[in-house]
C-alpha cells in the first residue's frame, strides 16, 4: 500500500520561505516521478512542480518559477519544496504526488496522477 505523508506546512509572512517535505512507502520510491500539486480555497488543483526519478529533470509551474525548488533524496525516499519568496497567493493545501509517468508532470496534468498524499496548510499572511 502506497503512502505519501507531507510535512512542512504552516504559517509564513509574505516574503518568507518554508520547505515541505513528503516521505513515501510502499512502492520503489526510485521508480517514479514524485510532485506537488495545490489547491487554494474555492479553486482547481493546480500543478506546482515536479522531479523524474533519477533527478534529471524538473518541471515548474509558471507561478513559482525562481521561487520553489524541487529535489528528492531516493535513499530516503523523501521529496521536498523549497518555497522561497512566498505570496499570499501561494495559500493552499499542498499534496505531495507519485507516478511513473514522467510526461504528465512536464505537461501539468493533475488529474490522472496514480498516488496522492493527505496534503499539508500553507498559509501566507499579508
Known amino acids: 500500500q502506497v503512502q505519501l505523508v507531507e510535512s512542512g506546512g504552516g504559517l509564513v509572512q509574505a516574503g518568507g520561505s518554508l520547505r515541505l517535505s513528503c516521505a513515501a512507502s510502499?512502492?520503489?520510491?526510485?521508480?517514479?516521478?514524485m510532485g506537488w500539486v495545490r489547491q487554494a480555497p474555492g479553486k482547481e488543483r493546480e500543478f506546482v512542480a515536479g522531479?523524474?526519478?533519477?533527478?534529471?529533470?524538473?518541471s515548474y509551474a509558471d507561478s513559482v518559477k525562481g521561487r520553489f525548488t524541487i529535489y528528492r533524496g531516493n535513499a530516503q525516499n523523501t521529496v521536498y519544496l523549497q518555497m522561497n519568496s512566498m505570496k499570499p497567493e501561494d495559500t493552499a493545501v499542498y499534496y505531495c504526488?507519485?507516478?511513473?509517468?514522467?510526461?504528465?508532470?512536464?505537461?501539468?496534468?493533475?488529474?490522472?496522477?496514480?498516488?496522492w498524499g493527505k496534503g499539508t496548510l500553507v498559509t501566507v499572511s499579508s
Open positions: 510502499g512502492r520503489t520510491f526510485s521508480n517514479y516521478a
Open positions: 504526488v507519485m507516478d511513473v509517468r514522467w510526461g504528465l508532470f512536464v505537461i501539468g496534468e493533475v488529474n490522472g496522477l496514480d498516488y
Open positions: 522531479v523524474s526519478w533519477n533527478s534529471g529533470s524538473t
